[in-house]
């Protein structure tokens, strides 16, 4: 049986994984702090012993380091059995604030590096491989000042159910979530966003289930919460200039950066 890679091991939703997963799985996690990701490997050590856990401290958006990664991975022998592809960034500004490094930034981290580390999972795979990606309730529509990242998010939801039908032997599942309160920052946009927020927010814990009961089942898709659910299917017959108009008037003027 082979490892299961999670990327962005060390942000709030991919602890949420590894804890989860650590039950079942022998854990190979990246992320861009050694120290973080020592510190994790510890805590998972200590819920299940008998598993294994390799960390490797990457910046996914080098191309250099994703060979690193990968070089290590062969010289160990190691193969995948699962697919975990959490590292994204949700900086949010008007684009002509964006300067070409975060343009870069931003889009390599959450498309390019993404798709090509799933590409080096593929050539290194066990039969019985699962895939779940995390893209977002943001990549259903695009959103003014938020362009890039639900740009981004979107074409991961493409790309994964295009690779659906090219992998059929695989279990490939998108996550798309709305606000999981992890962090201070996201916190702040659910409480700007009102009602509709604190409706569409859920624990990682909860989206961590309700993610690998979808992924087991092989669904294409899986939007945790009742009520994201329902914003997503009042979405297809809002007309799209409504939509944008709505998004752009409440998040105008709020700024957040990833660096």
Do not use: H
């Not at 082979?2 to 989860?20: M, P, S």
């Not at 380091?65 to 500004?93: C, H, M, P």
């Amino acid at each position: 049986m082979g490892y299961t890679l999670i990327t962005g091991a060390c942000g709030g939703l991919g602890k949420a994984f590894c804890r989860e997963l650590i039950k079942t799985d022998d854990l190979f996690l990246t992320g861009r702090s050694a120290e973080r990701l020592n510190e994790l490997k510890a805590e998972l050590r200590f819920v299940n012993p008998q598993a294994n856990v390799i960390v490797f401290q990457a910046d996914l958006t080098s191309e250099k380091e994703r060979e690193n990664l990968f070089l290590f991975a062969d010289e160990n022998d190691i193969t995948f059995s699962g697919y975990f592809a959490v590292a994204g960034a949700d900086i949010q500004k008007a684009f002509i604030k964006y300067t070409p490094e975060k343009i870069v930034f931003q889009t390599r981290l959450n498309f390019e590096a993404n798709i090509a580390v799933c590409r080096e999972v593929l050539a290194r795979r066990e039969k019985n491989l699962k895939i779940l990606c995390v893209s977002s309730m943001s990549g259903s529509t695009p959103m003014p000042y938020f362009a890039i990242y639900s740009a981004t998010k979107s074409a991961l939801i493409g790309f994964y159910t295009s690779l659906r039908f090219e992998v059929k032997d695989a279990k490939i599942t998108v996550l798309a979530p709305g606000g999981i309160p992890t962090r201070e920052d996201v916190k702040r946009d659910i409480k700007i966003q009102g009602w509709t927020g604190r409706m569409s927010a859920k624990p990682a814990e909860f989206v961590v289930k309700k993610a690998l009961k979808a992924l087991d089942k092989n669904k294409r898709l899986v939007i945790p919460g009742a009520f994201n659910k329902f914003v997503y299917a009042l979405e297809k017959f809002v007309p799209l200039s409504v939509k944008c108009r709505f998004v752009a008037k409440k998040w105008k003027g709020k700024e957040k950066d990833a660096f």
